[in-house]
């Protein structure tokens, strides 16, 4: 059994994908052995309406059956009234968290306003999925560059909010080192292989993160989900980690907020 | 000098396919290739896989540099080799030394491939080494490329970033390989902003392929914008679409598949920057015809090699 905490619903806006329908999606999950995937929707990126777009996704999730969708909503802290999007996450839809994408709402996590709704995640009891990059910003629409987001700030609101749950989404392209292993030294905060590469790299992050704080992404439909699983397949870990890496991390963390 | 020369640059056993049985190697490819067997195979430890009789598609591995890994020429062979094993790739075409110039001055060329020559003599078996130019160096580079590929064992030429491709200063160098039977590998990115001061956009390398018919040239990365690569060589027939070192984007190989024909698409992987799963992924998510991944995960580039291979006395 595995446990996918980085995919998406609904269509990518700028290519149709091989399984950016719900139907090929499950068809793929099932060939491999995922059971539930933490899902979030594209039409979080750029729609205004976002009370829509996360009904949509949850509705989509709660009409699973073998594979357990979990829904992850967007909230836009530019937006007005972005509690009332916070507030029906977590309360009408009983999200288990959100997912956040500073770079296309255009904020950098040193605004206030982002801690304000890091504070907002925590009180509802939502864990928050931070998403770094949603592509390789050397190959995007011309009409369309998107920087990566800047990380930086994280140690310091981290610090001040020890209840949070934060899970770095396709952060591991940029995110190495000294930066990420202060990062992940607190504790409560995971990060996910989608983006990870080098050879035989994921073992190589266990150098830095502990194997309590790695969680399976694959970042489908937009990546191939074969490439999570042929990362772990190199990386050559023993079984007990795998499925630590699998789904073990990811059931700990859903339980922590129950 | 003959192809399974040693260079005598290390004294350290010499490390052949017998290492990794061409039997368990070809289990795992064949495990791989087989659709729904993917599931069970990425799953599988290593080493466990079942005994096969069909397995009959061998992985080349169009894309590998000494750099990314760490350790002496032998060390990094042995680890590429080691993660190769895991993952089923029976060769290697490696090229560069152990560390990126852009623009290498001719005792820069040597030196590299001088790295590369080790690294072929180390496991001569299971690595192909090509050897690296810099048009901008021309008499040094067409005396690496007699050295080396004439005269020694390698099998073609890479081409990188020190002069976009589409240049003059290139027809020596391919009129030189064309003679020798031996294709190049031209890096090739289309950024969506500028592109490094001499690297080559996929427009170059479909110019190059224009004005020398007879050359076989491979696109290395199809542009990593690769909806844009692909389009950009779709007419020039003697460019094959080699699709690693990118994002494992869903849907790349299925395009150049479908666009070129899966004769015209081969794997690489750009380890040890890249993952050799990422890359395969590509290939494996792609929904091709078992004959089609036969085609690019091996059959295509051993077609390019087979000329100079058999000249020097190699199995392609």
Redesign the interface.
Known sequence: MIIDVNAYLSRWPF?????DELPRLMDKYR???VQQAWVGTFDGLFHRDLAAANARLADACRQSRDVELLPFGSVNPRLPDWQEDLRRCAEEHRMPGIRLHPNYHGYSLEQPVFGELLDGAVQAGLIVQLVVRM??V?????LM?IADVDTKPLAALLAARPQLRLVLLNALATLRGGDLRQLVAGQHVWCEIA???????IAELLKDVPPTQVLFGSH????????A??????A?LS?ELRAQLERGNAELLLRSRQ | MTAHMNTGRSDRPRRSARAVSRRTLLVHSAQVAGGLALATWTRGTPGSASPSTDGDIEIWDAHIHLSGVLGTVEQRVDHLLRFADAMGIARLVVYMGTSFVYDPSPEELRKQNDEVLRAVAHAPDRVLGMVYLNPKQQAASLAELDRCVRDGPMVGIKLWVALPCSAPELDPIVRQAVELQVPILQHAYDRVGENLPGESRTADVAALAARHPDASLVCLHTGNDWERGIRTIRAAKNVWSEVSGSDPTAGMVEMAVRELGAERVVYGSDAGGRSFGSQLAKVYSAGLSRDAQRLVLGGNLRRLLRPVMEKKGMKP
Request: net charge neutral.
């Open positions: 290519r149709r994908t091989p399984c060939e491999f052995g592509d390789d050397r190959v995007q629409h011309p560059q983006m990870k590469e080098g050879l035989g790299g489908l439909p937009l990546y191939a989900l074969e490439s699983i042929l990362k772990l397949r190199e050559q079984a």
